[in-house]
């Protein structure tokens, strides 16, 4: 098969002939119909996620049609339709797994980083962190759903009830969830990079009532703020902007160095906040129902993460 190879942080992907994957045990050998970029795949590129497998085929949001199964898979057969996630295994032993945290298993390995991923014509992944796909949804428009739409969404869960509602960074998951949140009822503030008008505008036609630069303060105190953004200088942006006893959720693999915080958005000031972060998703079978959203209305395609066909 053709693969994009990674042989070292820091240098190019090569496109190589590779061998097919074979599936073992639990896993699915799929068919890659599509995979989508995320900020996550440049960490990796650039070395500041440490110990990837290497060589490494990138790409945890992936689209793909089962094409053959492992001896002891059960759960999926060849012809279904499937995402594969970022979170890829976990050992199910240790007390975050058997409380339905697989995502905290310090054990846990994943797709695209310690575990090969999609930006090839075939890849194996185990069938129990598969999801399911909707038919409705194309496979380049249901890529970005299995990391975009899947951690912008468990960082909205983590803001509880909050109505006011900040994202940090407007790419590819905030204004994913930027269109549930309006759905729910919420009021959405953007931040962008100073100067970025045109992703200003673009959260405005997605219902945000104002956009304006990270460093700036909205025109009212916030509930909650999530901040997706691959910027550890906008916690104390975002701590800032809630009001007291506001939530701070971090919805990023990789946040980069925090700067000194003031003192006023600790607590110090009479002023406490709530932090959270938001580390990858459970594996389908984790999912309480009633948590699952449902959606009849297509969402709108982001600019930012072009889903790529192998």
Same mark, same amino acid.
């Given at each position: 098969?053709?693969?994009?190879?990674?042989?070292?942080?820091?240098?190019?992907?090569?496109?190589?002939?590779?061998?097919?994957?074979?599936?073992?045990?639990?896993?699915?050998?799929?068919?890659?119909?599509?995979?989508?970029?995320?900020?996550?795949?440049?960490?990796?590129?650039?070395?500041?996620?440490?110990?990837?497998?290497?060589?490494?085929?990138?790409?945890?949001?992936?689209?793909?049609?089962?094409?053959?199964?492992?001896?002891?898979?059960?759960?999926?057969?060849?012809?279904?339709?499937?995402?594969?996630?970022?979170?890829?295994?976990?050992?199910?032993?240790?007390?975050?797994?058997?409380?339905?945290?697989?995502?905290?298993?310090?054990?846990?390995?994943?797709?695209?980083?310690?575990?090969?991923?999609?930006?090839?014509?075939?890849?194996?992944?185990?069938?129990?962190?598969?999801?399911?796909?909707?038919?409705?949804?194309?496979?380049?428009?249901?890529? %970005?759903?299995? =990391?975009? &739409?899947?951690? !912008?969404?468990?960082?909205?869960?983590? #803001?509880?009830? /909050?109505?006011?509602?900040?994202?940090?960074?407007?790419?590819?998951?905030?204004?994913?969830?930027?269109?549930?949140?309006?759905?729910?009822?919420?009021?959405?503030?953007?931040?962008?990079?100073?100067?970025?008008?045109?992703?200003?505008?673009?959260?405005?036609?997605?219902?945000?009532?104002?956009?304006?630069?990270?460093?700036?303060?909205?025109?009212?105190?916030?509930?909650?703020?999530?901040?997706?953004?691959?910027?550890?200088?906008?916690?104390?942006?975002?701590?800032?902007?809630?009001?007291?006893?506001?939530?701070?959720?971090?919805?990023?693999?990789?946040?980069?160095?925090?700067?000194?915080? %003031?003192?006023? =958005?600790? &607590?110090?000031? !009479?002023?406490?906040?709530?932090?959270? #972060?938001?580390? /990858?998703?459970?594996?389908?079978?984790?999912?309480?129902?009633r948590r699952k959203f449902r959606c009849t209305r297509p969402l709108s395609r982001s600019r930012s993460s072009r889903p790529t066909k192998p």
């Open positions: 098969m053709r693969a994009m190879i990674l042989d070292q942080p820091g240098k190019p992907l090569t496109l190589r002939d590779w061998p097919v994957p074979e599936p073992r045990g639990r896993q699915v050998q799929l068919q890659v119909l599509a995979c989508a970029v995320c900020r996550t795949d440049l960490h990796v590129v650039d070395g500041e996620l440490p110990n990837p497998k290497l060589p490494l085929i990138l790409g945890h949001e992936i689209v793909g049609r089962v094409t053959r199964v492992g001896e002891q898979a059960s759960l999926l057969s060849v012809g279904q339709r499937v995402g594969v996630p970022w979170l890829g295994w976990t050992d199910g032993e240790c007390s975050f797994c058997r409380s339905g945290q697989e995502n905290l298993c310090p054990n846990a390995r994943f797709t695209g980083y310690t575990l090969d991923g999609g930006y090839a014509e075939y890849t194996v992944a185990d069938e129990r962190y598969c999801v399911p796909l909707p038919e409705q949804y194309p496979d380049p428009e249901a890529a %970005p759903l299995l =990391c975009a &739409g899947l951690i !912008g969404y468990r960082s909205l869960t983590h #803001t509880g009830d /909050a109505k006011r509602l900040g994202m940090y960074g407007f790419g590819a998951a905030a204004h994913i969830i930027a269109q549930v949140a309006r759905y729910q009822g919420r009021t959405v503030y953007a931040f962008t990079r100073r100067g970025d008008k045109r992703a200003q505008e673009f959260a405005k036609t997605l219902g945000a009532v104002w956009a304006g630069a990270s460093e700036d303060r909205p025109p009212e105190e916030l509930d909650a703020a999530i901040i997706f953004a691959p910027v550890g200088a906008l916690v104390p942006a975002a701590l800032a902007a809630v009001r007291k006893g506001g939530i701070v959720v971090c919805g990023g693999i990789h946040m980069g160095t925090f700067l000194p915080f %003031p003192t006023s =958005c600790c &607590g110090v000031s !009479g002023r406490s906040r709530r932090s959270r #972060t938001s580390r /990858a998703g459970t594996p389908p079978n984790s999912w309480p129902s």
